[in-house]
C-alpha cells in the first residue's frame, strides 16, 4: 500500500506538502497541487483518516440522528443530507433515537463520543434532556423537521433549525375540501409535543375558520404519527352519526392507517369519505384513487440542514436562524375531485410542442 512518503517521491515534494494538499491546510501552487494529485492517482494511495483527524483535529463527520428511517419521509431527507455531506467532503454517522427522550439523548452522547463535528437532529416530543447535553458540551447542532424554538417563544431561536412549512398547507388541504361541499371534516394528527402536530392542528383550524366552518373537537383526533395509532383513531372517528365525510392525515405513515381503518369497515374513498394527506410519497400516485397531497421538500430540507451546519462551523457565534421551505399542493383524486383529462398526443413531429406537466 502507498504511503505518503511515497506520493512524496513520486511528485517530488516533501511529505509536508503532500499533507497541506490533502488535508487542505495550507495554499500550495497550482502546479505542485496537481503534481501531487497525479502522484497519488498514480499510485493509488488512500489517506488514512484516522491519522487524518489526529492531526487536524477534524474528523470531518456529521452525526444524524433521526427516528422513522423506515418512513419514505426521512429516508429522501437521509438522502438529501448524504448527499450534501459528500458534496462538501463529510460521511455521515448515523443513528435512530426511536422517537424516545432518554434513548435520544444516549444516541446523541455516543455521537459525540464519537468526535462527530456536528450533528442534524430531528428531535423527540420531550428533547429537554437532549437540549441541556447539547448546550452543555457546546456541540453544533442543527435541527430538522421539528422545532425545538417554536415562533413566539419569547426571543430568537436558540438552535439552528430547518423544516418544512406546516400551517398554512394544512388550511390549504382543508379549504380545498370545504370548497368541495364538505362540513364535517376531520382531522387524524401526529404525536402531542411535536411541533409538527401543533402546526397542522393550528393549519387545521384556520382553514376551518376561513371556509366559515365551526371547530368541532370530536373531529380531531391523535394518531401518534404512526400507522397503527392512526388507524385506532380513525376508527374511533367512524361511528355511525358523527362520521366525517372528508379528513385529512397529518403524515404519511397516518395516511396508511386510515386507509386501513376505511378498508376494515367497507368505506371506500373519496364515495364514502373523501381524503386528502399531508406528505407525498412514491406511491400516492398508484393507489386507486390517487392521493391528494401536501409534497414536503425532503431532500431539500436534508440538503440545506447540512449546509446551516457548516455555515455554524465555520462561525460558531453566528445568530441562531429557522429556515422554513415551502410545499407544493399536489392534486389528484382521493379529494373527490375528477381525473383531469390528458390532452391527445399529436402524432405529427412537426406539430409537437414539449408537453406541459400535469402536477399531479
Known amino acids: 500500500m502507498a504511503t505518503m512518503a511515497d506520493v512524496a517521491r513520486s511528485a517530488g515534494v516533501s ?11 495550507r495554499p500550495v501552487l497550482p502546479h505542485t497541487r496537481r503534481a501531487v494529485l497525479d502522484a497519488v492517482e498514480e499510485l493509488g494511495y488512500t489517506p488514512n483518516t484516522l491519522a487524518r483527524s489526529l492531526v487536524t483535529s477534524r474528523t470531518r463527520t456529521i452525526g444524524l440522528a433521526v427516528s422513522a428511517l423506515s ?8 438522502q438529501g443530507v448524504e448527499a450534501a455531506a459528500l458534496e ?33 437532529v430531528a428531535p423527540s416530543a420531550r428533547p429537554r434532556e437532549l437540549l441541556a447535553y447539547l448546550g452543555r458540551h457546546r456541540v453544533p447542532a442543527v435541527f430538522l423537521d421539528r422545532l425545538v424554538d417554536p415562533p413566539g417563544n419569547g426571543g430568537g431561536p ?8 406546516s400551517t398554512e398547507p394544512t388550511a390549504r388541504l382543508v379549504t380545498h375540501l370545504a370548497g368541495l361541499g364538505h362540513r364535517r371534516i376531520g382531522l387524524v394528527a401526529g404525536r402531542p409535543g411535536l411541533s409538527t402536530t401543533a402546526e397542522r392542528i393550528t393549519g387545521y383550524r384556520h382553514g376551518l375558520a376561513a371556509a366559515g366552518l365551526p371547530y368541532d373537537e370530536r373531529l380531531l383526533v391523535h394518531g401518534d404519527s404512526e400507522s397503527a395509532g392512526a388507524q385506532r383513531a380513525t376508527a374511533g372517528l367512524l361511528a355511525p352519526g358523527s362520521r366525517p365525510t372528508a379528513l385529512v392525515t397529518a403524515n404519511n405513515a397516518m395516511t396508511i392507517g386510515a386507509l386501513r381503518a376505511l378498508r376494515e369497515r367497507g368505506l371506500s374513498v373519496p364515495r364514502d ?13 398508484l393507489f386507486s384513487p390517487r392521493l391528494t397531497a401536501i409534497a414536503q ?8 440542514a447540512v449546509r446551516v451546519l457548516l455555515d455554524r462551523l465555520a462561525e460558531p457565534d453566528r445568530p441562531a436562524r429557522t429556515e422554513r421551505l415551502p410545499c407544493a399542493f399536489v392534486h389528484r383524486t382521493s379529494c373527490g375531485c375528477p381525473e383531469e383529462p390528458r390532452p391527445p398526443e399529436d402524432p405529427s413531429p412537426s406539430a409537437r410542442e414539449p408537453e406541459e406537466r400535469n402536477p399531479s
Open 71 to 78: 418512513n419514505p419521509y426521512f429516508t429522501e431527507i437521509l
Open 15 to 25: 511529505v509536508a506538502t503532500v499533507s497541506h494538499v490533502l488535508n487542505g491546510t
Open 88 to 120: 462538501h467532503g463529510y460521511s455521515l454517522l448515523i443513528a435512530d433515537p426511536h422517537d424516545d427522550p432518554q434513548h435520544e439523548r444516549k444516541v446523541v452522547q455516543l455521537l459525540h463520543e464519537r468526535r462527530v463535528e456536528g450533528m442534524i
Open 158 to 165: 436558540r438552535f439552528d433549525q430547518v423544516c418544512a412549512q
Open 297 to 304: 421538500p425532503s431532500r431539500d430540507i436534508g440538503a440545506r
Open 273 to 285: 369519505l373523501a381524503l386528502c394527506c399531508f406528505d407525498d410519497f412514491a406511491w400516492a400516485d
